[in-house]
């Protein structure tokens, strides 16, 4: 079995990258299903209905999130409908969506870190109790947004054996440390992004800029250009649910 993950897709750029590079990606590394983080597709906040079927119309299988789904309001609705997108499981009850999903013989479960972050339902427990509701589950492949890197390699070790996958996602700055942990769980700190290059992880320099300079509440607008997209291929054992390979791949589009 292999994955193909992507990481956050950022705005215009991003989901242009993804519609231009993900064909030729697909042939080239054959992958059964792809999932890609979408949580900053529409202008950099959020999902729209728009935005998410542009993703899916693209090729992506599977579209996970984290803090920024509840961006766009009228978007909110849908987590509850038939698209396949998910947002962190670790929320408190009674949000809208779902943290995880079946498709096949693959399960695919969205985590949100806290360090750094807002002080949600603990990630570590809510995955705990999915577990134990999957058993018999092999395949399993886990996003994990957060900030963190501590964070992020903890879960890896704290899931390790007991899933296929711990890929990070958020900071859109691809890592270089994908491996395989001891007990056959592929894990990376963090994917990276589809989204422009030329950018402060995509969004426009200035607006950060000024940011850092002044300290002052600001809108960040999503930088328009030339596109990276980062994203990883995971081979899963399909008998045992352990990885024998995780590998980065890095695209460029104009």
């Known amino acids: 079995m292999r994955i193909l993950f992507i ?3 950022v705005g215009s750029a991003g989901r242009r990258a993804l519609r231009t590079l993900l064909p030729s ?3 080239e590394v054959a992958p059964d299903l792809v999932i890609a983080n979408g949580e900053n597709a529409a202008g950099g906040n959020g ?26 309001k009228e978007f909110l609705p849908y987590l509850d409908g038939d698209l396949p997108v998910l947002r962190p499981l670790n929320y408190p009850p009674g949000v809208p969506g779902r943290g995880y999903l079946q498709r096949g013989e693959v399960v695919v479960v969205n985590l949100q870190g806290r360090t750094f972050m807002a002080p949600i339902d603990c990630p570590f427990r809510a995955i705990d109790t ?6 018999g ?3 399993i492949i886990v996003d994990f947004h957060a900030e963190a890197t501590s964070e992020k390699q903890a879960m890896g070790w704290y899931l390790d054996g007991r899933v296929s996958a711990v890929l990070g996602t958020h900071t859109h700055v691809p890592t270089a ?13 963090d994917v990276g992004m589809c989204g422009p290059r030329n950018a402060i992880i995509g ?19 999503a930088a ?13 054992e399909e008998q045992t649910g352990r990885a024998r390979a995780i590998f980065r791949v890095d695209r460029e589009a104009p």
Do not use: C, K, M
Request: glycine share 8%; aromatic share 6%.
């Open 130 to 135: 999915l577990l134990q509701r999957l058993q």
């Open 203 to 221: 969004f426009e320099v200035q607006d950060i800029l000024e940011r850092f300079l002044t300290q002052t509440p600001r809108r960040f607008n």
């Open 177 to 189: 440390d994908p491996r395989i942990l001891p007990q056959g769980t592929a894990f990376i700190t």
């Open 25 to 27: 990606l697909r042939r």
């Open 137 to 139: 589950a092999r395949i």
């Open 224 to 236: 328009g250009g030339p596109a990276v997209l980062n994203a990883v291929v995971v081979d899963v």
């Open 47 to 72: 999902l729209t209905l728009a935005t998410a079927q542009e993703i899916l119309g693209a090729g992506v299988d599977i579209i996970t999130s984290g803090n920024h789904i509840w961006d766009q």
């Open 7 to 9: 990481g956050d897709v």
